[in-house]
């Protein structure tokens, strides 16, 4: 796809942002009641931001991360990797698929995040890890610090995945993958809201935002 369509379809979907970031800001609302997640899980992002500042930074776990989530998405789209590299100076995978969200799936989705739930949910299956949740929230928060620290210090470099796709269609779509993520995952966190509920939360607030701009020229 030509990189002038991207941008009109980057354009189109800023209503589908600003619904998201309403949506956003009503899932926290209706998350505050949950003190013991929050307190915890900002516990650990504020011990990942000492480390981030205070230490040498571990580029070689972030860029393995980055590299592991263009396979897995890659594999999502059916595809495979024949090549994996990855280690303090840089990394590549050589896959036989490509579209904008292999490209672009590690500025937006927290891996190791991911790598933590699905490891707590099949221990707590299996086991019954619930006395270790404040743990398994401390080291969320960490998880999630780190992916957003890091992904921001790597992108004041000019990175090829989001030069290939463009600078705005890129920035559309990496902000709507980072409050996405949000939107689905701060429900199944804390239990405070619907999953389903914040989905119509969102479709609602992007219909407000279009209407709003349909009047704009009625």
């Not at 941008?7 to 309403?22: E, S």
């Not at 504020?46 to 860029?63: E, G, R």
Request: proline letters at 4%; one cysteine or more; glycine letters at 6%.
């Amino acid at each position: 796809m030509p990189k002038w369509a991207k941008f009109i379809i980057a354009f189109l979907l800023l209503p589908v942002c600003f619904g998201a970031l309403k949506t956003l800001w009503l899932v926290l609302k209706a998350s505050e009641s949950a003190d013991t997640f929050w307190a915890i899980m900002l516990a650990g992002a504020a011990c990942w931001v000492v480390i981030f500042y205070l230490l040498p930074k571990p580029m070689w776990v972030y860029v393995f991360g980055h590299e592991l989530t263009h396979a897995v998405w890659t594999w999502l789209f059916g595809g495979r990797v024949k090549k994996f590299k990855a280690n303090a100076k840089g990394g590549h995978v050589v896959v036989t698929k490509h579209n904008f969200l292999i490209a672009l799936a590690p500025y937006f989705f927290p891996i190791y995040v991911a790598l933590l739930v699905a490891i707590f949910a099949i221990g707590h299956l299996i086991w019954n890890w619930k006395p270790f949740e404040m743990w398994f929230h401390l080291l969320i928060g960490a998880a999630y610090a780190f992916h957003v620290t890091l992904t921001w210090h790597i992108l004041k470099t000019r990175q090829s995945d989001i030069t290939q796709q463009g600078y705005f269609f890129s920035s559309v779509i990496i902000f709507l993958g980072n409050i996405g993520v949000l939107i689905v995952g701060l429900p199944l966190l804390t239990a405070k809201v619907r999953l389903l509920t914040a989905m119509e939360w969102w479709f609602r607030s992007t219909a407000d935002v279009l209407n709003r701009i349909g009047n704009l020229f009625s």
